[in-house]
C-alpha cells in the first residue's frame, strides 16, 4: 500500500522544517512507499521559498495557494496524493519514534473490510507542559484522550487531523472536508461526522505519537475557544440534529456579568499555572466553556 503524508502549513517554516525532518527520518528507517505533500496556505514567512529548495527531493511535493483555510488546504493536499492511505499531520505536530510503524501496522491489522481511521497521540513537548495544557489536552478542549472509552470504537468528535490516518478513496467518496469553516475548529469533526455515519469506523492507535511544538497560553487558548464557537454555529446550521452537542441550548450573548466571571476564573486558571494542583478541573472547564459560548453566541448573531 502506498502512503501520502498530507501537511497543510501557515506560517509556522521553523517548526514545518522540524516535522519534516522527523517525516523523512521515519520514512528512510521505514523503507515503506511514501511521498509527503505540503500545502503552504498561503504563508509569508519564508515558507513557500524553503518549500521550493525541497522539491527535488524524491518522494516531495510542495502546493501553493492563496490562503484559504486548512480545510481547502487539506483538500489539496489529498486531490494531489498518489497514495492510498492519506496520513494527516499538523505543520507543529513532529512524529515521535515508531509513529509511522503504529499507524500502518493498525491498517494492515484492521483496514479489511470496511474504511478505517487510526487516531495517533498528541501531547504537549515536556518543556510547554503545564497543567492547564495537561487538561485541555486530555479532556477534551484541545483533544480529549483520557476521554476514549474503546480504543476500537472511537466516536467522531475525535477525529483530529493533526494526527490522524484514512483511505484517500474514503475521503473523495464524501468530498473531503467542507470549505465553509474559516478556521482550523470543526471542519475535521463535521467530516467525521458524515463518514462515520456511512461506515466509517475510528481506532486510537496511542503508539503512534506527536509532540505539539506550540506555545499555548490560556488567555490565547480562550480566543481559540471562541473561533470554535464561531465554527459550532457553521456546523449546528448543517447539521441541526447535533444542537444539543454543539450546547446551543447553553448559548447566550456574553454579559457584564459573564465578563466578569470569565477575568475571575482566567486569574484562577493562571494560578493554577503556578501552584500546582490548586486548580479543580471543573474550573479549567468552566472558563473554557465561557469562551466556546462567547463564540457560538456571535457566530448564531452572525458576527
Known sequence: MRASIVIPTFNRLEQLQTVIAAVRRQVRQSGANLEVVVVDDGSSDGTSDWLETQIQIPGFRAIHQPN??????????????????????????????GWLA???EEHRLFGNPGPLAVLGYTSFSP???????????????QFGYLLIEDPRAVPFNFFYTSNISLQRSELVRLGGFREDFPAAAWEDIEFAYRAVGEGLKIHYQPQARTLHRHCIRPRTFCRRQRTSGRSAAIFAKLHPELDDFLGLHRSRRMTRLGRLRRSALWLMVELGERVEGIVPH????NFL??????????????K
Open 68 to 97: 484559504s483555510g486548512p480545510a481547502r488546504a487539506r483538500n489539496r493536499g489529498v486531490e494531489a496524493a498518489s497514495g492510498d492511505l492519506i496520513l494527516f499531520l499538523g505543520d507543529d505536530t513532529v512524529p515521535q519514534s
Open 102 to 104: 503504529a499507524h500502518l
Open 127 to 141: 518543556d510547554t507542559e503545564s497543567p492547564f495544557l495537561r487538561f485541555i489536552n486530555e479532556y477534551g478542549a
Open 282 to 285: 471543573r474550573v479549567y472547564q
Open 289 to 302: 466553556d465561557l469562551c466556546y459560548q462567547e463564540g457560538l453566541a456571535e457566530g448564531l448573531q452572525g
